[in-house]
């Protein structure tokens, strides 16, 4: 999973680094009803691409562990079965970022099945709630949905 956070921008996590919260809507919504052939929903151009790196989140790698003879992720218990839906995403890092190693590996979110169409989400700053359910929503989309 490669997810590019346009809202957080990637100084987020760096020492002293802060994701901005607005603190209301853009005025850039037209509020007049819709009508048939119309668009219900007008844009303006106010409504722009921050100029800040944004925040990109991607797959942490499984390490190989040699009694199970198998990749896996560490999720710590709180994830219990095994499934294609199970990952943990990290900040995707440049090297030319000079972020320490303990940040880069930090996970950031991490879904997984913990029973038959139970599932637990963990997540942390940056990300909001709304922000990591919507990405663990995301991968019901693209896996298939029976094992």
Known sequence: MHCAMHSIPFSSIQEGGSAPTPTSF??????RPSKAKEPAVNISS??????????VL???????HEQLQCWCLNFKGRVTVASVKN????AAVDPSHNIP????ETTILQFGKIG???FT??????????QAFAICLS???TKPACE
Not at 26 to 31: H, K, N, Q, R
Not at 47 to 52: E, I, L, R
Not at 87 to 90: P, S, T
């Open 121 to 130: 989400m963990d997540y942390c700053y940056p990300l909001s709630a709304f």
């Open 139 to 141: 991968s019901f989309d």
């Open 101 to 104: 190693a303990a940040v880069q």
């Open 58 to 64: 991607k797959n942490k790698a499984p390490r190989w």
């Open 87 to 90: 990952f943990q995403l990290a």
């Open 46 to 55: 106010s409504m722009s691409v921050p100029s800040q790196e944004p925040l």
């Open 116 to 118: 038959k169409d139970i």
């Open 26 to 31: 853009p005025e850039s919504f037209d509020e």
